[in-house]
């Protein structure tokens, strides 16, 4: 039996298809307008967890950017304090040496013994030296200051007791890859007697008899202070290095991310362009057609 085309069957699909040719258009229009290939994961349901994964992967990049500059702002600031101590300590070996001088007399070894107060006071100063309200050298009880002085009643150091612990802080700044940016002042200062040495060298050169012995092994203390200041130093320097290295790293990651993304979200628009004035072309084809097809009937007029 043949299949009849009625006028209504002929209108509605000429209908249909110049709706169909509409949203045509109007999605290729709002991808020139969003700069975007995928505006909604049914557009692309495979390219959307494509792209999802790598905002993802691109998100925990920017982490560990953050990370990096982070521990890198902490290092250097640890690492500078660091060179000031080194520096006082300079000058406080130059004094040590000056005051093992047998022809200095008692008067002599107190007026050192007085500057050495006074680098003592600045070594304490350091010690508790803060970055934006956390103290560096207090462990993880950053809040806390890490020293504290005991003093006699004419205001002089006579004992230093350390507040903080000897916890470490680490930063992630990759997959599985940390980096530690604080240094707790109960494993550089109290495990190497930096104060108690200190206190011990100035009282021994205030004391009414000079003991060059006990001060010889003071300044041997002294000395192992000094080098272990000096490790450090160089450990920080490293760091410092590496995070240099890992940023630059870690900045290449994310611009070979970014590029994938753009590759796989973003549109074509000169390919978007071209498939606009197609579909133009073929919705006035349609409209044209569509004209001839769909003529008023006699029941048109009568309704």
Request: hydrophobic fraction near 30%; avoid cysteine; charged fraction near 25%.
């Amino acid at each position: 039996m043949p299949f009849r085309v009625t006028q209504e069957s002929l209108s509605r699909t000429t209908l249909s298809n110049i709706r169909l040719n509409y949203k045509k258009m109007q999605e290729t229009q709002e991808k020139l307008s969003s700069g975007k290939q995928i505006n909604r994961p049914s557009d692309d349901p495979s390219g959307t967890r494509k792209v999802l994964g790598l905002k993802s992967e691109e998100f925990q990049v920017q982490q560990f950017l953050d990370n990096t500059e982070t521990a890198k702002e902490q290092i250097n600031f640890t690492s500078n304090t660091l060179e000031s101590i080194q520096d006082v300590f300079s000058k406080i070996k130059e004094l040590t040496i000056q005051a093992s001088n047998d022809t200095l007399g008692q008067s002599e070894r107190k007026t050192i013994a007085g500057e050495l107060d006074e680098l003592m006071e600045s070594v304490l100063q350091f010690a508790n030296i803060d970055n934006d309200g956390r103290y560096i050298f207090s462990g993880t009880k950053t809040h806390t200051q890490a020293f504290t002085a005991t003093r006699d009643s004419s205001g002089t150091i006579s004992s230093v007791s350390y507040s903080g612990n000897n916890e470490e802080i680490k930063f992630q700044i990759g997959p599985n890859t940390f980096i530690q940016v604080n240094l707790p002042g109960g494993k550089l200062f109290q495990d190497n007697k930096v104060f108690s040495t200190l206190i011990s060298l100035r009282d021994n050169l205030k004391a009414g008899t000079f003991d060059s012995s006990a001060f010889s092994s003071l300044r041997s203390d002294l000395n192992t202070a000094t080098d272990a200041l000096s490790t450090e130093i160089t450990k920080y320097g490293a760091k410092a290095n590496r995070l240099e290295l890992t940023a630059n790293s870690l900045d290449n990651s994310q611009a070979a991310l970014k590029e994938l993304i753009s590759y796989t979200e973003d549109a074509d628009m000169t390919s978007l362009i071209l498939d606009l004035q197609n579909q133009e072309n073929v919705l006035q084809s349609s409209l044209q057609t569509g004209a001839k097809i769909i003529q008023p009937t006699l029941l048109d007029f009568l309704r």
